[in-house]
């Protein structure tokens, strides 16, 4: 998966709790995408950031989740008061420009919510 | 939100065969790629195509992009068992700001 890095690989969380999903880019990328995978399903594509910029948020709940890719450090998926509905892979994958079709993806973070 | 069709939705061959799946959708990209994924893992990216009526080969993989641009075609040739996962199609638009769009997926399953 070329060199993308997401973590944690397994998140279980209670319902109401907070989940934070981190994913550090391959190096010399600056661009991110969140994709939220459902079980038997494809991915769905969430939001899309460069450093200190969110560029598109279609895909994102309105509420309750929120992403962000600082300056420095990795990019954050926040999902907070999680529900059941929320379990699934969340993807992350980086590019090195704007508007690339070549996106590369990491591992994945599973969430569980019980 | 949008979703390509993938077909077949799971196949079950005899190693050596050949294979072949598609993906369809209501509107039109500028490219198309396939993506394999195994158990446990994130998509890696097999073949793109970037123009319309293009055919691309990849060792034993050949796709081709649709010269509707609204569906593409992966085919791959005498089968092994690693071949196994999911192949996942995805259509991308210069002007949907670099999103993905994927398809719904084609589980191959290999049987020696």
């Given amino acids: 998966n070329a ?12 319902r109401g709790q907070e989940a934070r999903l981190r ?5 010399g990328h600056s661009h991110v995408y969140w994709y939220r995978q459902l079980p038997e399903e494809g991915l769905k594509f969430m939001v899309y950031l460069q450093k200190e910029n969110i560029i598109d948020e279609s895909g994102m709940p309105k509420e ?5 890719f600082p300056k420095e450090g990795p990019s954050i998926l926040r999902i907070q008061q999680v529900v059941r509905g929320d379990s699934a892979a969340y993807f992350c994958a980086s590019s090195r420009t704007s508007g ?3 996106q590369y993806f990491g591992p994945g973070t599973r969430l569980t919510v019980l | 939100g ?3 069709n993938q077909s077949p939705q799971s196949m079950f061959i005899q190693e050596g065969e050949d294979v072949s799946m598609n993906c369809t959708s209501s509107s039109i990209f500028n490219t198309w790629l396939w993506y394999k994924q195994d158990p446990g893992e994130g998509p890696v990216l097999l073949i793109a195509l970037y123009k319309a009526g293009e055919l691309t080969s990849n060792g034993r993989l050949t796709a081709q992009f649709g010269i509707t641009r609204k569906d593409s075609f992966l ?14 199609c995805a259509g ?21």
């Fill in chain 1, 64 to 68: 309750r989740f929120s992403a962000e």
């Fill in chain 2, 75 to 88: 085919n791959i040739s005498a089968s092994i068992p690693s071949d196994v996962g999911i192949y996942f």
């Fill in chain 1, 100 to 102: 690339s079709e070549t």
């Fill in chain 1, 23 to 27: 994913c550090s880019p391959m190096k």
């Fill in chain 1, 3 to 14: 060199g993308v890095m997401q973590n944690p690989r397994h998140l279980v969380r209670r």
């Fill in chain 2, 2 to 4: 949008q979703q390509l």
């Fill in chain 2, 92 to 112: 991308f638009y210069t002007g949907t700001a670099s999103k993905l769009t994927f398809g719904t997926g084609t589980r191959l399953q290999v049987t020696l």
